[in-house]
Every structure is written in structure tokens, then in C-alpha cells.
């Protein structure tokens, strides 16, 4: 079993949507937690971090954590055809250094 | 300003020789990182470099993969002997000391084993 478990979709929502993408995983020890954008034949975009449990909200973009639950979401509100992307979460423990990715979610905005 | 660059960013190789990747992290970013990304294995940490200490090499999948990172900015990744397996995006991160969860990547090299 993977650390880190994304479901690769493809996910096609219309313009103007929310949407909604989750990650769950098995380590306890992560206490950091990213969501990066990637748009194809592009390096990963840092889109959102968070420090354990809560929300964290930026324009468009909410990230939650729930650590009971070992489960992460992205938020996306009123989704534009630019959010076309792959999104990956990552993770990190206190104490070291390294990202554990998850697989992508790779999302299509349609007009 | 500037962020985190590489190259090439496609190199196509014959199975058996060795290949050079090189990285430039943000100017200042003391930590750097190799992720290799590949179909059906996602991203996947290689190694990490931080300041004068030791590197990290943990994730290196073989000796084949050496890294080195000359006067704590440049990283050159190299692949010895390479096979058909090796065929991947090969990604450069830079972070912060201190903020090691913000890391920002590269455009990545794209290697081909042929």
C-alpha cells in the first residue's frame, strides 16, 4: 500500500464549478501537507501548504486537513478552463525533509 | 525573480551511456532536492542537499545515480550506464532552510533511453 493515495481521475467538471479533490494517507508522523499544480510538460506549481489539522483558504483555493481522518481536500471555487491540470498533494514529516507525492488528479475544466 | 532552472530539457540517450542533468535553484535557497516522475510511479524523491551537510542519497535507486552540488548552489544528477528504465522527468526543487515545505521546482529534464 502507498503512503500517499490520490485518485488519478481524469475529473471533467464544467466552468464555474466546485471542485473537490482528496488525497488520504497511512503515515501519522506527516505534519505537512501541499498541494501543487501541474500544467503538462511543466515543473509542479506550490499552490497551498498547510501545518497539521485545520483550513486554509486562498482566493479561489481552500485546503483542509484532517488528521483523525489521515485524509487531505482541495477546494477549488468557480473553476475556470485555466485550472485545466494535474494536482498533486505531498506530504512531509516534522523531521525530515523529503516530499512523498501522491499520484494526480488530472482535472478538466470545460467552457 | 529568477526561479529554479534546468537543463536540457530533453535529452535522448543510447541505453549504456552516461548522462549529465544539471540544476540552478532560486539564488539563496540553501536546500535542493532531485525528484524523478515517471507513468506509473508518480514523483519520487532521488535526493537532498542541504548547506555543507551530507547529503540525503536515501532515495537514489541504484549506484548508477550520483549527485553532486558544487559550491552549495549548482547540482549536476548523473546517471551512469543508463537503461530504458531510467526514461523519466527528471525534477529540480530549491527551498529555504527553514521552510522546507515550500519547495519549488524546475521545468524538469526530460530523459529518453533509447
Known amino acids: 500500500q502507498k503512503e500517499v493515495e490520490q485518485d488519478p481521475g481524469p475529473l471533467s467538471v464544467p466552468e464555474g464549478a466546485i471542485v473537490s479533490l482528496n488525497c488520504t494517507y497511512s503515515n501519522s508522523a506527516f505534519q505537512y501537507f501541499m498541494w501543487y499544480r501541474q500544467y503538462s510538460r511543466k515543473g509542479p506549481e506550490l499552490l497551498m501548504y498547510?501545518?497539521?489539522?485545520g483550513n486554509k483558504e486562498d482566493g479561489r483555493f481552500t485546503a483542509q486537513v484532517d488528521k483523525s481522518s489521515k485524509y487531505i481536500s482541495l477546494f477549488i471555487r468557480d473553476s475556470q478552463p485555466s485550472d485545466s491540470a494535474t494536482y498533486l498533494c505531498?506530504?512531509?514529516?516534522?523531521?525530515?525533509?523529503?516530499?512523498?507525492f501522491g499520484a494526480g488528479t488530472r482535472l478538466a475544466v470545460h467552457p | 525573480g529568477a526561479g529554479v532552472s534546468q537543463s536540457p530539457s530533453n535529452k535522448v540517450t543510447e541505453k549504456g551511456k552516461d548522462v549529465e542533468l544539471r540544476c540552478d535553484p532560486i539564488s539563496g535557497h540553501t536546500a535542493l532536492y532531485w525528484y524523478r516522475q515517471s507513468l506509473g510511479q508518480g514523483l519520487e524523491f532521488l535526493i537532498y542537499f542541504q548547506g555543507n551537510s551530507a547529503p540525503d542519497k536515501s532515495g537514489l535507486p541504484s549506484d548508477r545515480f550520483s549527485a553532486e552540488r558544487t559550491g552549495g548552489s549548482v547540482s549536476t544528477l548523473t546517471i551512469q550506464r543508463t537503461q530504458q528504465e531510467d526514461s523519466a522527468v527528471y525534477l529540480c526543487?530549491?527551498?529555504?532552510?527553514?521552510?522546507?515545505?515550500?519547495?519549488?521546482f524546475g521545468p524538469g529534464t526530460r530523459l529518453t533511453v533509447t
Open positions: 526543487a530549491s527551498s529555504l532552510a527553514p521552510h522546507p515545505y515550500e519547495q519549488y
Open positions: 498547510t501545518y497539521s489539522s
Open positions: 505531498a506530504m512531509m514529516t516534522g523531521g525530515y525533509n523529503k516530499l512523498i
